[in-house]
């Protein structure tokens, strides 16, 4: 095996799970080497994609009796079975002061270090923005920027928050589209959907290398505070922090360009705050309560507006300039695994599909596919399937 | 009468992508022009074009409320005779809305009452129509409103929606940020 490649998945913080024996191992690379990836279930992979992450406990096995245990996931002995456990916040009374204090508790365990921020445009890392700036804590930003149409009012809100930061780096997304890049992806021990994204995480990580940035915060985990319904019994909080994040581009992108990055949104003290202020409250898909609440440290246009841009249309082009790319990848799978579904026929049938048509059903399988040979690729880069 | 139909073709690199006013099919031909779109449109064209571009410039929307209207079954029929000839053919949906019936103080009460009362669990699909029935019949479209159809690029995805007195009509609207216009239909 690759030593190159044995050194950066070293560093990986997923477990995995015997579901027979209920054993726990630190990393899966000697059993792939011993060929447990040839009954790999290319199928299993596909239905737990469509299952989505918030039902990861219920994900079947796609390496035979092998489950990834997730940081924050727990495996139950006695009923042999994942679990996810659920954030359970502390009732308390809360205002404004107790947010901002929740925060700067939060960005003080980084002192010291250069902290950046995702620049998206959106509301969620636009809130963590306007936070650092009002607590007066020197931050760096790093985004994906486009000319694309829909993208415009993510650019306006883009420029109007450079000028916050110590320094920016915005990247052309077009240069680093979904699914590009795919052979260089680094070798992993479990199929990952977010590889399909890889290009676009690791120009951010390397970015973040060029302002020094340490620390990256990132606005995930803003959907489900700001957005899901809440409930007034704390104990049936629907939110489960762990999942916020996906630990592949932190573990193999980001970590080993010497950057960590955070969600802070999935900060304790943070969460039981905001559970708090919105205890009780329907959904609220337009985040009309954040924009309000956080109305004082926002661009105006974020708390009267609730644009947000498709990233369909990234996909579609993506889609359109990996085809070579892919065929070749499911070309090798199938060299490797015999396995049908990477055979010419449904390849042709796969990818023969029109793909500048919007089914995102289609986009699915394809994606789930294509991040199965990507694994694979890796397998074969590191020498461990040959 | 809706007087003015006016394509915006889009130009990109190596194509000119348009939409086709008979059949409302978009069409795709290659073509050597620039990226820039050196059409010239009308002032109200233009204006609107640029709000569409710049939505922040959008006034913010206000809640709005339907009250009950008179010959509110009449209206329902007109809806649903408008909303089968999109169905069938662009061209007849357009020829229909031309028999306007202005009950509505705005498109978006118009808009709010379509959602409400036709097919409204296949309001989805139903932009087109949705749009021409609410031009057709605001009272206030004539002056200050448009109707975009826009392209949703790469995709072939496609949508259709009003901007009147410098606002978004329709408040259940969130995808249309997404679409870039290729034809605009308004009164001069």
């Known amino acids: ?97 107790h947010i901002i204090a929740a925060a700067n508790r939060f960005f003080k365990k980084y002192d010291g270090k250069r902290i950046g921020v995702q620049l998206s445009g959106g509301l969620d890392s636009s809130i963590i923005i306007g936070l650092l700036h009002y607590l007066k804590i020197p931050f760096w930003l790093v985004g994906m920027t486009t000319q694309r149409y829909e993208f415009r009012t993510e650019r306006y809100i883009q420029h109007l928050l450079m000028p916050l930061a110590q320094e920016t780096i915005l990247i052309d997304y077009e240069a680093y589209l979904p699914l590009s890049d795919l052979m ?26 060029k302002l020094g940035v340490e620390v ?45 990055l955070v969600p802070f949104f999935a900060d304790t003290d943070f969460m039981d705050g905001i559970f708090n202020l919105r205890r009780g409250m329907k959904e609220d898909n337009s985040k009309w309560w954040a924009r309000q609440y956080f109305e004082s440290i926002l661009p105006q246009e974020l ?84 | 009468m809706l007087s003015k139909f006016r394509t915006i073709p889009i130009y990109t690199i ?3 992508c348009f939409f086709e006013k008979i059949t409302g099919v978009l069409l795709k031909q290659a073509s050597n022009r620039s990226t820039e ?21 959008l006034a913010i929307r206000k809640t709005f409320t339907i009250g009950k209207k008179r010959f509110e079954s009449f209206i329902k029929i007109y809806a649903i005779i408008l909303t089968r000839l999109f169905s069938i053919n662009f061209y007849l949906g357009r020829l229909f809305s031309k028999i ?47 109707i975009f159809i826009g392209v949703f690029l790469p995709s072939k995805s496609m949508h259709a929606w009003i901007i009147e007195d410098r606002a978004m009509a329709d408040p259940q609207d969130s995808i249309w940020l997404n679409y870039q216009p290729v034809a605009a239909i308004h009164y001069e």
Request: aromatic share 12%; charged share 20%.
């Open chain 1, 1 to 97: 095996m690759n030593n190159q490649h044995i050194h950066i998945i070293s560093e990986l913080s997923v477990q995995f799970i015997n579901t027979s024996s209920g054993k726990t191992y630190k990393d899966i690379w000697h059993l792939l080497k011993a060929g447990v990836w040839k009954n790999a279930d290319v199928g299993n992979f596909e239905s737990n994609n469509l299952k989505g992450v918030l039902k990861r406990d219920d994900w079947e096995t796609v390496i035979p009796n092998i489950l990834p245990l997730y940081p924050g996931m727990r495996w139950n002995n006695s009923l042999m079975q994942m679990e996810e456990p659920r954030f359970t916040p502390k009732i308390k009374e809360t205002n404004s002061l």
């Open chain 2, 100 to 146: 306007s019936i202005r009950v509505f103080q705005s498109s978006e009460e118009a808009v709010l009452f379509y959602r409400n009362y036709i097919y409204p669990n296949k309001q989805n699909d139903l932009c087109l129509a949705r749009a021409f029935f609410a031009a057709a019949t605001s009272k206030s479209f004539k002056e200050n409103g448009l």
């Open chain 2, 37 to 57: 779109n050196i059409a010239v449109y009308s002032s109200k064209l233009n204006h609107f074009l640029e709000l569409n571009s710049h939505p922040y410039n």
């Open chain 1, 216 to 260: 990256l915060l990132t606005g995930d985990g803003g959907d489900n505070l700001f957005a899901e319904a809440l409930p007034n019994n704390p104990n049936e909080c629907p939110w489960l922090p762990q999942v916020f994040s996906d630990p592949f581009p932190a573990d193999l992108i980001y970590a080993p360009k010497g950057v960590q």
């Open chain 1, 184 to 209: 260089n992806v680094p070798p992993h021990q479990h199929p990952e959907m977010l590889a399909i994204n890889y290009s676009s995480e690791n120009a951010m990580a390397e970015a973040c290398q």
């Open chain 2, 14 to 16: 190596d194509e000119e």
């Open chain 1, 303 to 386: 708390v009267n507006y609730d644009y947000c841009a498709d990233f369909w249309g990234l996909y579609v082009s993506g889609l359109q300039k990996a085809i070579p790319t892919i065929k070749e990848l499911f070309e090798q799978a199938y060299q490797l695994t015999k396995n049908e579904l990477f055979s010419p026929k449904e390849v042709l049938k796969l990818l023969g599909q029109d793909i500048l048509d919007t089914k995102k059903e289609m986009y699915q399988v394809i994606e789930a596919r294509t991040a199965f040979a990507i694994w694979l690729n890796g397998l074969k880069k590191a020498e461990v399937a040959i």
